[in-house]
């Protein structure tokens, strides 16, 4: 017996491992459903749905965006600390003597202009393919609520570094809300935690960006990927003969299940 038949053979390999490879088509669709993880993938997928030039994978892509701003944020919040006399001089003490500390920073940076360009060209893309329509009109709507969010993140982090740039911006953005009809006033001052930039303001924005919209982001994700698994996948694209007529008009963008 080989070194790797006979490890396979102990308890431990065992106890991970419940069963072998599957290899039948019957087995293969038991072990998808049968487990947790792999279940939230479709047993069964249209080849043409996952058509590179169709999708763009920018959904994909926002998503990969979203999970190294986590995992880059994290790290950044180890030394970044939330209060007008510090968050500019943590951010410097970052840039200057913490190792890898600039790479980290500017890999939340450049992620964060990505997630807003990548789910701008997702959003556009589904547009133009058509597969806003009915069944996934709800979910088109998920989306532009995290489409919104994903704004806000952006926005929110902006102001932490608490340097000049930042200040003006926020000034800029609070008094363009100002001057919404009617509730302007209000949520510029629900935005500042007063009536001028101040200490309230940056504990404000901070607890939202590390804490309210990743999670608000993390619950309409969940819910967006759901919803593509309720409304049949994927829509496919409309196929077309050798003479560029449409083959079949719609029946394949309409046909999931709600
Ligand atoms: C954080 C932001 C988002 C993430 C992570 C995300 C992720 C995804 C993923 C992975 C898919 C599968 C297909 C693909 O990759 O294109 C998808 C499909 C879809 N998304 Fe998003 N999305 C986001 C934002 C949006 C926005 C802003 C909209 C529109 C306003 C939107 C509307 C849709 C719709 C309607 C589908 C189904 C498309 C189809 O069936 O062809 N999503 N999304």
Known sequence: MGLWAKFKNTTL???I????????????VLVILNSVVLHLHPVKLPRRAVR???TWGLGGLSLLMFLILTLTGV??????????????????????NVIFGPFA?????????????????????????????PPR??????????????????FTGYLLPWDQLAYWAIMVGSNMAKV???????????????????????????????????????ALMAM???????????????PYDEDGETEQLNDNNNEGKS
């Open 75 to 96: 790290w950044l919040m180890f030394y970044y600390v939330p209060a007008v006399p510090h968050g500019y001089q943590s951010m410097k003490f970052l840039d200057t």
């Open 52 to 54: 590179v030039s169709y």
């Open 13 to 15: 390999y065992k106890s």
């Open 224 to 238: 967006h990927f759901w919803r593509i698994r309720k409304d049949g996948g994927i829509s496919t694209p409309i």
């Open 137 to 154: 009109e709800f979910n088109w709507v998920i989306g532009v609520v995290l489409f919104l969010v994903t704004v806000l993140l952006s």
């Open 17 to 28: 491992y419940r069963n072998d490879y599957p290899d039948t088509p019957r087995n293969q």
């Open 180 to 218: 919404s009809p009617v509730v302007g006033t209000y949520v510029q001052q629900a935005l500042l935690g007063g009536f001028d930039i101040g200490p309230a303001t940056l504990i404000r924005w901070y607890t939202l960006h590390v804490i309210l919209l990743p999670l608000a982001c993390i």
């Open 105 to 133: 920073r500017n890999m939340h940076r450049w992620a964060a202009h990505g997630m807003v360009i990548a789910v701008w060209l997702h959003m556009t893309r589904v547009f133009y393919t058509g597969s806003y329509k």
